[in-house]
């Protein structure tokens, strides 16, 4: 620890917005890849993919002339294909998160030394204080 308090807050790690240096790191694609990560991974895209594929079950079992019958071979292809975009997509927007995540843990492991260093300083000056 410095012998003078400017010294050794000048020395002392300083928190940073790691939100915010984590947003300007991002590139177009990675915004893109984050926000349908965000949206396929929320309760509303599984609520649309029920209803999309009831209905779709329903609007073909019911219809006189079906032109996807029982067992909905087209809508197996469909499904299919947005499960084979969707799965690389959302492997990327979780690896991004996972970057953030890393970045928020180590700030918060720098931001918490310094705290403990802090608390350390502040314990052995109250005993040395208390011992005179």
Do not use: C
């Not at 799965?87 to 403990?116: C, F, S, W």
């Amino acid at each position: 620890m410095p012998k003078s308090l400017p010294d050794y807050l000048k020395s002392r790690h300083a928190p940073e917005d790691v939100n915010a240096k984590h947003k300007d790191r991002l590139k177009f694609q990675d915004r893109v890849a984050v926000i349908i990560t965000t949206a396929v991974g929320s309760m509303y895209a599984l609520y649309f993919f029920i209803i999309f594929v009831f209905g779709w079950m329903l609007w073909q079992a019911l219809a006189e002339k079906p032109f996807d019958p029982f067992p909905f071979v087209f809508m197996i292809f469909i499904s299919n294909i947005i499960q084979l975009l969707l799965l690389p997509l959302i492997m990327v927007g979780q690896n991004i998160q996972n970057r953030h995540a890393q970045l928020r843990a180590e700030e918060d492991y720098h931001t918490t030394k310094t705290i403990h260093q802090d608390i350390e300083h502040i314990l052995t000056t109250l005993d040395s204080l208390a011992k005179k």
